[in-house]
Antibody, heavy 113, light 110 residues
Framework: EVQLVESGGGLVQPGGSLRLSCAAS????????MNWVRQAPGKGLEWVAF????????YYADSVKGRFTISRDNAKNSLYLQMNSLRADDTGVYYC??????WGQGTLVTVSS | QPVLTQSSSASASLGSSVTLTCTLT???????IAWHQQQPGKAPRYLMK??????NKGSGVPDRFSGSSSGADRYLTISNLQSEDEADYYC?????????FGGGTKLTVL
């Protein structure tokens, strides 16, 4: 059974940092590119970042470029999102997604003082 | 970069059929899109990938869900509507280096 389990969300003050993790199982992790997608409260889906299977290509949404870093550890079947200089408008549920065909359950990030 | 346009809301009666539309911008009419369902309070769920003349559903997606297309329009049809079909439906597509989503359609089952 394919599973993606996110963790690491929580409450953080503006300007702070947080690292999200996504544990993958039930499929060959090394064969898939991965994404982070977020959803602000009551809003639609917003793509955040993409990484290819070998980490050779990485792309970011303009809204997070220079502040967020996507990475993966294929030996651990894990995807990460390092988030720095967090702002209030980064608040939302963060989902990891296998390419565009499977989603995790999400982890909530709240940026507030 | 393509823009995907969806109606903000739709409604249909239990047991009936409904068709949701996702329209690609001019010049991107040959793009393949994917549909995702998000039930209230839940994570999105992949439904199908769709292009001109084909659609491929994800594992476990009921036969009631089907896709079709015409030019730049991509259609998701849900037959025999069930209460659990009440959800937000998003279309999305890949451009050269970004994943683009439509604004989503909120489907209400009456």
């Amino acid at each position: 059974e394919v599973q993606l389990v996110e963790s690491g969300g929580g409450l953080v003050q503006p300007g702070g940092s947080l690292r999200l993790s996504c544990a993958a199982s039930g499929f060959t992790f090394t064969s898939y590119s991965m994404n982070w997608v977020r959803q602000a409260p009551g809003k639609g889906l917003e793509w955040v970042a993409f990484i290819t299977s070998s980490s050779n290509n990485i792309y970011y949404a303009d809204s997070v470029k220079g502040r967020f870093t996507i990475s993966r550890d294929n030996a651990k079947n894990s995807l990460y999102l390092q988030m720095n200089s967090l702002r209030a408008d980064d608040t939302g549920v963060y989902y990891c997604a296998r390419a565009d065909d499977f989603w995790g359950q999400g982890t909530l990030v709240t940026v507030s003082s | 970069q393509p823009v995907l346009t969806q109606s903000s809301s739709a409604s249909a009666s239990l047991g009936s059929s409904v068709t949701l539309t996702c329209t690609l911008t001019s010049g991107h009419s040959n793009y393949i899109i994917a549909w995702h369902q998000q039930q209230p309070g839940k994570a999105p769920r992949y439904l199908m990938k769709q292009g001109s003349g084909f659609y491929n559903k994800g594992s476990g997606v009921p036969d009631r869900f089907s896709g079709s297309s015409s030019g730049a329009d991509r259609y998701l049809t849900i037959s025999n509507l069930q209460s659990e079909d009440e959800a937000d439906y998003y279309c999305g597509t890949w451009d050269s280096n970004s994943w683009v989503f439509g604004g989503g359609t909120k489907l209400t089952v009456l």
